[in-house]
């Protein structure tokens, strides 16, 4: 009766996984998330945390990758 006709209840994620590392110098940190969303806020997070600081827009942008998938 209850039969998925080929539904999956998992979503596919629309995001590709993103990538960040931190540019200052003498911190390696780098992060992945699902999405640049999601990236973006733990990038900010980090900076905030790690460096008492803020990351300008532009440069969430220039900082944060899509990672390429094989
Ligand atoms: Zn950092």
């Not at 390696?28 to 945390?49: C, I, K, P, Q, Y």
Request: with cysteine.
């Amino acid at each position: 009766m209850c039969k998925y006709n080929g539904y999956s209840r998992s979503h596919e994620p629309t995001g590709m996984p993103y990538q960040f590392e931190c540019p200052r110098e003498r911190c390696s940190f780098m992060l992945r998330a699902d999405g640049d969303g999601e990236a973006e806020t733990l990038a900010r997070a980090h900076a905030r945390v790690a460096h008492s600081s803020r990351i300008a827009p532009a440069d969430l942008d220039r900082w944060i990758k899509p990672i390429e998938t094989a």
